[in-house]
């Protein structure tokens, strides 16, 4: 209990100075940190996540990706890394955080979380601070945090999305996506107050198929949930080439740029990047933590 005063205390005297700190020299720029989520599992979030992340550092962006997906496809097997240590490690104090951190050719910097990404209700006091202390030192290191949260409503997956600057929700045209992503903003605007959204609708045949999705999303959005807004950043096609770069354990952006998913990945992350906040959130990965250990304490 006098542990848990402590942390909070600590996270709010570290908010406020960063907040002071920005003020003052007016010259920081904290990154921006994107969660991408989706109700239904395998709708192409790790896909999505790395390909923005290849299209923005090749734009001259600083990128950072933490790997909270607990799913079969992690971010590391697409950028073909072998990670010896997760997040894990880190937790239990054995690595600091950029001995975890591997990076890619492109030279963006993953944190591997894999099967062993810890849950965040059940760390102790000591080891939220630990992480804390661990994640302020990204601040510096890039201008985009994307987080990829793996599927579905489980505590992490809810505690990452409504820690972020913004929540990008992926769905597809299926049926039980689309039900599936509505029933996950449900739960985030009834537990946890977020009340704006994005959406990403991939692997569609047609602009009008994309159009329905987030029509038939933003109509039960207006008729149930009152306050939620939902704003339509992009859809992707359904492409081949993006399949078949995943089998050779690769990036569609380094394979094909040219097809028609990786351009429209591209042009998903530029809006991405250029859309202003729509939360309170100041940016930094230290805020972004505390609101995750706020939450949970
Ligand atoms: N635009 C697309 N066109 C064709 N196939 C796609 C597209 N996007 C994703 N896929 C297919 O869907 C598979 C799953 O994608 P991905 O692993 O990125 O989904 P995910 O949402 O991260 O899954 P999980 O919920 O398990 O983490 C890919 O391996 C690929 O075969
Ligand atoms: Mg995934």
Same mark, same amino acid.
């Given at each position: 209990?006098?542990?848990?005063?402590? *942390?909070?205390?600590?996270?709010?005297?570290?908010?406020?100075?960063?907040?002071?700190?920005?003020?003052?020299?007016?010259?920081?720029?904290? +990154?921006?940190?994107?969660?991408?989520?989706?109700?239904?599992?395998?709708?192409?979030?790790? #896909?999505?996540?790395?390909?923005?992340?290849?299209? *923005?550092?090749?734009?001259?962006?600083?990128?950072?990706?933490?790997?909270?997906?607990?799913?079969?496809?992690? $971010?590391?097997?697409?950028? #073909? *890394?072998?990670?010896?240590?997760?997040?894990?490690?880190?937790?239990?104090?054995?690595?600091?955080?950029?001995?975890?951190?591997?990076?890619?050719?492109?030279?963006?910097?993953?944190? +591997?979380?894999?099967?062993?990404?810890?849950?965040?209700?059940?760390? #102790?006091?000591?080891?939220?601070?630990?992480?804390?202390?661990?994640?302020?030192?990204?601040?510096?290191?890039?201008?985009?945090?994307?987080?990829?949260?793996?599927?579905?409503?489980?505590? &992490?997956?809810?505690?990452? &999305?409504?820690?972020?600057?913004?929540?990008?929700?992926?769905?597809?045209?299926?049926?039980?996506?689309?039900?599936?992503?509505?029933?996950?903003?449900?739960?985030?605007?009834?537990?946890?107050?977020?009340?704006?959204?994005?959406?990403?609708? &991939?692997?569609?045949?047609?602009?009008?198929?994309? %159009?329905?999705?987030?029509?038939?999303?933003?109509?039960?959005?207006?008729?149930?949930?009152?306050?939620?807004?939902?704003?339509?950043?992009?859809? $992707?096609?359904?492409?081949?080439?993006?399949?078949?770069?995943?089998?050779?354990?690769?990036?569609?952006?380094?394979?094909? +740029?040219?097809?028609?998913?990786? %351009?429209? $990945?591209?042009?998903?992350?530029?809006?991405?990047?250029?859309? +202003?906040?729509?939360?309170?959130? &100041?940016? #930094? $990965?230290?805020?972004?933590?505390?609101?995750?250990?706020?939450?949970?304490?």
């Amino acid at each position: 209990m006098e542990q848990a005063k402590g *942390l909070r205390k600590v996270v709010k005297t570290q908010a406020l100075s960063r907040r002071k700190s920005n003020m003052a020299s007016d010259k920081k720029n904290f +990154p921006r940190v994107i969660a991408v989520t989706s109700g239904k599992g395998g709708v192409g979030k790790t #896909n999505i996540v790395g390909n923005m992340a290849v299209y *923005l550092s090749q734009m001259g962006k600083r990128v950072v990706i933490i790997d909270a997906d607990v799913g079969l496809a992690n $971010i590391d097997i697409i950028f #073909n *890394l072998r990670p010896e240590y997760s997040i894990r490690h880190v937790v239990s104090c054995e690595k600091k955080l950029d001995q975890v951190m591997v990076e890619s050719d492109h030279g963006i910097k993953i944190l +591997p979380g894999g099967s062993g990404f810890a849950d965040l209700t059940q760390l #102790n006091e000591g080891e939220k601070l630990n992480l804390l202390s661990e994640f302020e030192t990204l601040s510096d290191q890039a201008d985009v945090i994307f987080v990829d949260t793996g599927a579905g409503i489980s505590s &992490n997956v809810l505690y990452f &999305n409504c820690a972020c600057d913004e929540c990008v929700v992926v769905a597809t045209s299926e049926p039980t996506s689309i039900t599936d992503a509505y029933a996950m903003m449900k739960v985030m605007s009834q537990e946890y107050g977020t009340k704006y959204f994005k959406l990403i609708v &991939n692997m569609v045949d047609s602009v009008a198929e994309a %159009k329905r999705v987030y029509a038939s999303l933003s109509g039960a959005l207006d008729k149930f949930l009152k306050n939620v807004v939902l704003e339509y950043v992009g859809h $992707i096609p359904f492409d081949k080439q993006l399949q078949q770069a995943v089998k050779n354990r690769g990036l569609l952006m380094d394979k094909t +740029p040219d097809s028609m998913a990786a %351009k429209a $990945i591209g042009d998903i992350a530029l809006n991405l990047g250029n859309s +202003p906040i729509r939360t309170d959130a &100041n940016g #930094n $990965i230290t805020f972004f933590m505390s609101k995750v250990f706020q939450t949970v304490t």
